[in-house]
């Protein structure tokens, strides 16, 4: 018993200790820029339209070197077609959320702690998993009316129909690996500012709801509905009554789709913030 004791004293003596250098060497903060698809609607282009996306962020400084990072961001894609197939006239939006962990690299040696080491360039890579929906804005030409619709339940390239049976509907979670460059900047010892780039290599062709070939319209609307049909080959509302045979090209399935993240960040060190509350809660006493 008295060892078990002196065990006890001796852990609750060190975890104070353990938990001042883990808050001394613990950041978070808030994201804020512009995400972007890159995929078949786009001509896998990188310069794809600019959305705003926000996040927040977890960082773990283990040396002047390198950290670990966990972040949570939020934003949205859209694409369209590109002049030269403009007829195909397929767009979507997508809401999309990731969770990521990576690692940083500091170039130069980097600490909040040290006036001397106050900018460096870095970079990240890591592992990730975003949700996603595509949608797409179309009016129904027998009720007139206009809405956004879920693409992924229409089967717009016939999976899971008997006219693709090698087709299955995909899976609106998927894996992504973010990776990119970064400037790392400290204002004070209380503030990191960070600016970077990044881009998420993914899994899944289908964050634009666009892969293979056109499926038979005729017989997509019968198994899957005429909203189905309507989405799936909008050729005829730029060229009326034109319709793609099937077989035709509708995306290309060798490549995957991307997306990129431009953001500004800030973030403070656990310490400060933990005794700056302690600090703000004792003066209201």
Known sequence: MRRLFLLIVLLLSVLPLRAQIWLGKSEIGVT????????????????????????GLYRYNFDERWSLRLDIDYGHLEGGNPDYIARRNLSFRSYLFEGSLRAE?????????????????YIFGGIGFFAFNPTAYYTDPLSGESDWYDLQPLATEGQGTPMAPDRSLYSLKQISMP???????????????????GFRKTWTDYIDDVSTTYVDNDLLAYYMGETSAGLADRSGEVEPGYVNAA????????????????????TVKLDLLFGWMLKKKCDNK
């Open 105 to 121: 690299f500091n170039f130069f040696p980097f600490s909040q702690r040290d006036d001397h080491y106050i900018w460096t360039p």
């Open 247 to 266: 077989g035709i090209k509708r995306g290309d399935d060798t490549l995957d789709d991307w997306f990129a993240y431009f953001n500004v960040s800030m």
């Open 32 to 55: 804020v820029g512009g995400m972007n698809y890159i995929g078949d609607l786009n001509d896998q282009s990188m310069l794809g339209t600019v959305n705003l996306a926000v996040g």
């Open 179 to 197: 990776f990119g460059l970064g400037f790392k900047y400290n204002p004070s010892k209380s503030f990191t500012l960070s600016v970077e780039y």
